[in-house]
């Protein structure tokens, strides 16, 4: 019975000392190695936690904002009214930034024909402008005003008046008419364009009435349907009949295909 004492007590004591060597080399281990381990741990934790708030907190939209607006075309126009009227400035958000709205607030310029906006997807625009030229002249309120091809006024053209066309207006909407019929004109053949005298409307015929500078009959074209074929058309029968041209006192071109030609007076008596 004392025999079975003593182991017990003899087992105790060894479960002691096991235990104070287990914690004897586990703190020799940590104070050489495993501060070490648990500071990385510790290093990690925060990261990890602040990692995942900057996640729910992160806007990628946010980071998109405008830095760079690449212009090319300009002439007239300066870069700070392009920019201006464009409604861009850097630092706004992309995000904000529609090409068919910086369009149309470009278009808004009596100096620009047409822009390209590309809209890139990180911070850069691009534009391309396409300036306006003068079209045509008229003569209003005593001074000469030159008209673009979007038939909106531009400053006075002073000494160069007569390198335009002289447009008679009688109508406000006659300008955006001649205007369109004009350009149509220059795309279609330029050195016709520039032989073009005197422009007006005539409303009663739906005509727009034309004196070249090297013929003496003045010329129909049709108002609302004029197409490039009718220049070529007019074209061939001015260059291939020129001597029975002069005779004329009106040749009628507003019906596709077909030319009507009307005698001079002195040529009908």
Known sequence: MAHHGYNAIRQRQKRRET????????????????????LVVAVLSVAVWQGWFFIRKFNPMGWRTLKTV???????????????TAGLETGMPMSEIY????????????????????????WKVSINIEETTPLMQVYENGEWNAYSERGQQLPALASARFEY???????????????????????SDALLYKEVSQVS??????????????????????????????FSHYRLL????????????????????????????????
């Open 19 to 38: 235990r104070k060597k287990f914690f004897a080399s586990s703190w020799s281990w940590f104070r050489k190695k495993g501060w070490k381990i648990f």
């Open 165 to 187: 066309p002289v447009a008679t207006i009688q109508k406000k909407r006659d300008v955006k008419a001649l205007a369109h019929f004009l350009q149509k004109l220059r795309q």
């Open 70 to 84: 690449s212009i090319t075309g300009n002439h007239i126009l300066t870069w700070e009214e392009i920019l201006q």
């Open 99 to 122: 090409a068919d709205s910086v369009r149309n607030n470009l278009l808004s310029l009596p100096f620009l024909h047409d822009a390209q906006v590309d809209v890139g997807f990180f």
């Open 238 to 269: 001015v260059d291939g009949l020129s001597t029975e041209m002069n005779q004329l006192k009106l040749l009628d071109m507003r019906f596709e295909g077909f030319a009507y030609a009307h005698p001079s007076n002195h040529e009908v008596k």
């Open 201 to 230: 409307v005539d409303e009663k015929r739906r005509a727009v009435e034309v004196f070249f500078r090297n013929v003496r009959f003045k010329v129909l074209f049709p108002l609302d349907s004029v197409s490039a074929s009718s």
